[in-house]
């Protein structure tokens, strides 16, 4: 009976190592799966980022697609959330730190553009805080509770969306992991 148990249970430990590695095996990147080609556009890990154009604070017309070949920050907040507030002078922090690097951009939901750019002059924001009044990015990128945080590699790629408040140590690891990998 021994012998029969220890030689089931080595079966199927192969099995599963086998298994594994035909998984592993098989297993393409989102970017080689593409051949070349656009990947559909989802606002979810391994997909192409949604593009959008949005006007900042400062009048300027921006778009996702300007900041191809290095990673970017998405950070969805508008000017009445608690915790939106509080996470802001970190966002700030690693846009001066990873400047050149990687991007931050702020997309703020569905408030006058006045309000906006008095908010940001206030904590003295410097990355560009983007208007979107009528939510037409936030409803394409599926926000349904703020703070929500989109990290977007180089290739225009989501690699991941984080929902809630924020801190610098997390977004510091998170930008390196981007600017290594890219």
């Not at 249970?9 to 095996?25: C, E, Q, S």
């Not at 940001?120 to 410097?126: D, P, Q, R, T, V």
């Not at 394409?140 to 929500?148: C, K």
Request: charged residues 15%; glycine residues 10%; contains cysteine.
């Amino acid at each position: 009976m021994l012998k029969s148990r220890f030689g089931w249970t080595i079966l199927l430990i192969g099995l599963g190592l086998l298994g594994l590695g035909w998984i592993t095996y098989s297993q393409e990147s989102a970017a080689s799966l593409a051949g070349g080609q656009d990947l559909t556009e989802a606002p979810i890990a391994g997909y192409v980022a949604p593009r959008f154009t949005l006007t900042s604070t400062l009048g300027e017309e921006i778009a996702l697609t300007d900041f191809r070949g290095q990673p970017v920050v998405l950070n969805f907040w508008a000017t009445w959330c608690p915790p939106c507030r509080a996470e802001m002078p970190h966002f700030q922090a690693v846009s001066v730190k990873y400047n050149g690097q990687a991007t931050v951009l702020g997309i703020d939901q569905g408030e006058p553009p006045s309000i906006v750019s008095d908010f940001g002059n206030a904590l003295n924001i410097s990355y560009p805080l983007l208007v979107d009044q009528d939510n037409s990015v936030n409803r394409t990128y599926g926000v349904a509770a703020l703070p929500t945080t989109v990290f977007i590699d180089g290739e225009g790629v989501v690699v991941e969306v984080f929902t809630g408040i924020v801190n610098q140590a997390v977004l510091e690891d998170r930008i390196e992991r981007l600017i290594s990998e890219g």
